[in-house]
């Protein structure tokens, strides 16, 4: 009798848990040293089991004869009757057997039922990589031709076929177990290892490559997962993992793969639309973190290299110190009156060196010490001085009275003497000479507090806050990157650089200027039109002359502790102001960059104007 079948199955599998240094003979030399490679290892309770003996149906011969029995033993073969009743070919052999040991035909008979039941048992095994097939015929058959002839050398070797179909449906369920279990096996031991083992032994296998499939499905499944997570690196691995599973078809992962490009370009393309639309809005409170955070969560789905990576952060950049504008932009906001307010350029950011510097003759202790300033944000500021027009509008839609109304008079300039002088009944209505002003001239005889309440109009008119420059904001505009004596260099004044006292120019009863720019002249004797002169290189008119302009700050005599940043040296209330830039009638050394001066707050003449800056 041959055991023991199990024992020595059991006895195999169990190889797969020994080491290297094992020197357990294995029954399967080839199968053990793959699975003494780690392969994969099958526990004795995941070992299948059938009977190992067959019990032999009785068979009835008792009123037939020898002839006869094996007459009907060979009609039971013909049919394919071999052991499973009474009247199938082995019981009525067996029987025969068991009546007359003797009979001179009864060896042939059984060889060749034997013969065609180890035939059938192998047709049963062939088969079983097919779907659909059952080992149990296979065990059932292995029991007869155990039961009939069990040390035969052709039993021992079906057997030792049995046992090895019965290894691979071990690997099959445990295959699909580590399958349920979640237990892959991509990357060490799991469901794959073994489906793979039995590929090995049968290529065809069905349930072995419907294992195979299952597996790639599952990684599919958490590539899915994954990208659902917003993980798509993890997407990106399990869908390499489950292209190596079935190489040769690769349809299935490259649809896999399309499905989940196409989701994470509408996540990323989502992404994208919204966090522009959260850089639209700005000003809003948390807006400016929420792009952040939104542009984070972006950069960590979007493929590397994505184009729009760079045009978020330059949107942030851009939010972070324009707000809804960009650097040299041009624009006006629309009036809730009608019409629009003062054209702005939108001054970038950056940092200079504030005040005059040590080798400036001309400097005075005010101007001093020169001081590094940073922007943070830009600006936007007035592309020229508030004109007449500007400032009428205003008067008419609130009625306002300026300081020089109330008071009566204001300083114009007395062309007999070549002197400034108080003359009665002057106002914002009047130019320099005390004549009424063109619309296009730059608005005068205009207090601190006149051109203050202006810029509140404005502010309540827009929505936005207007406001008069801060002195650092007006320097640097005036700068406009330059470093030098003046904004357009050293010496002289090119043409067309503004309204500065020339040599060449001359009042209309032919005066001239005693302290000038010798070589220039400009044509005016007196403020010009707004915007008549070419703009600086930030597309701003007249910072360098025209009019003296009124500034946010108070007067300090020199910068000891002087804001840094960009914001005015302000103390509400205090009386007397800063006024930046030349005007029409300064000397030479008054149109330097550094130049500065301070000016009672109530005071109106015809030399100092104002413009106005918009935050943004």
């Known amino acids: 009798m041959r055991f023991p079948v199990l024992a020595s199955l059991l006895l195999v599998l169990l190889c797969a848990c020994q080491t290297e240094g094992d020197s357990t003979a294995p029954e399967n030399p080839g199968m053990d040293a793959r699975l003494r490679r780690g392969l994969v290892s099958v526990s004795g309770d995941e070992l299948p089991a059938y009977a190992l003996n067959w019990r032999v149906p009785a068979a009835d011969i008792a009123d037939a004869d020898d002839a006869e029995v094996i007459a009907k033993a060979k009609a039971a073969m013909a049919a394919g009757m071999l052991y499973e009743n009474a009247d199938s070919a082995i019981p009525l052999l067996l029987a025969l057997a068991a009546r007359s040991p003797e009979n001179p035909a009864l060896p042939a008979q059984l060889q060749a039922a034997m013969t065609q039941l180890l035939a059938q048992g192998d047709s049963v095994l062939a088969g079983l990589g097919e779907a659909g097939a059952d080992i149990a015929t296979a065990h059932r058959i292995a029991a007869v031709a155990r039961t009939v002839d069990g040390e035969a050398a052709e039993t021992l070797a079906f057997l030792d076929r049995v046992d090895a179909a019965d290894r691979l449906q071990a690997l099959l369920e445990h295959g699909e177990q580590e399958l349920a279990a979640g237990n ?19 290529p065809a296998d069905a349930r072995a490559l419907q294992g195979l499939a299952a597996v790639e499905q599952a990684l599919i499944a958490r590539a899915q997962q994954a990208a659902g997570q917003d993980d798509y690196v993890a997407s990106d691995q399990w869908l390499s993992h489950a292209a190596k599973v079935r190489p040769a078809q690769p349809w299935v992962v490259d649809e896999a793969r399309r499905r989940l490009r196409l989701q994470r370009e509408a996540r990323v393309a989502g992404l994208y639309a919204q966090a522009l639309k959260t850089l639209d809005r700005p000003h809003e409170f948390g807006a400016l973190k929420l792009a952040r955070s939104q542009i984070d969560e972006f950069v960590g789905i979007a493929a590397q290299g994505d184009w729009r990576v760079a045009r978020l952060h330059e949107r942030l950049e851009l939010a972070t110190r324009y707000g809804r504008h960009r650097p040299g932009q041009r624009f006006s906001d629309p009036l809730a009156s009608g019409g629009h307010g003062p054209p702005l350029v939108v001054v970038p950011h950056g940092q200079f060196m504030m005040g005059a510097s040590a080798d400036d003759k001309d400097a005075v202790k005010a101007e001093w010490p020169q001081h ?44 007999r003497s070549g002197n400034f002088v108080l003359r009665n009944d002057i106002d914002w209505r009047h130019d320099y000479l005390g004549r009424v002003a063109p619309p296009n001239l730059p608005v005068l005889h205009i207090s601190v507090q006149d051109a203050e309440a202006y810029a509140n109009w404005l502010s309540e008119q827009t929505g936005q806050r207007y406001r008069l420059p801060h002195e650092a904001e007006f320097e640097y505009a005036l700068r406009s990157g330059t470093s030098t004596l003046f904004p357009w260099g050293a010496g002289g004044p090119p043409p067309q650089t503004g309204n500065l006292t020339g040599g060449k120019d001359q009042s209309p009863s032919g005066r001239r200027w005693g302290n000038a720019f010798a070589d220039y002249g400009d044509g005016y004797w007196g403020p010009a039109p707004a915007g008549s002169f070419r703009a600086n290189a930030f597309g701003l008119h007249d910072l360098e002359g025209n009019l003296s302009e009124w500034m946010m700050d108070c007067w300090h005599v020199g910068y000891r502790r002087a804001p840094a940043d960009g914001g005015a040296w302000y103390n509400p209330g205090c009386r007397t102001r800063v006024v930046r830039g030349a005007s029409w009638s300064s000397a030479p050394a008054q149109a330097r960059s550094a130049w500065r001066m301070s000016q009672a707050h109530d005071v109106t003449n015809a030399r100092t104007g104002f413009r106005v800056v918009r935050d943004i």
């Open 372 to 415: 590094p300033v940073r922007f943070q944000r830009g600006f936007a500021l007035a592309r020229t001085e508030t004109t007449v027009a500007d400032f009428a509008r205003f008067i008419h839609a609130t009625g306002y009275r300026t300081r020089a109304e109330r008071r009566g008079y204001s300083v114009v300039y007395d062309e």
């Open 184 to 202: 892959l096996g991509e990357s060490s031991l799991g469901a794959l290892t073994a489906f793979r083992e039995v590929l090995r032994a049968r």
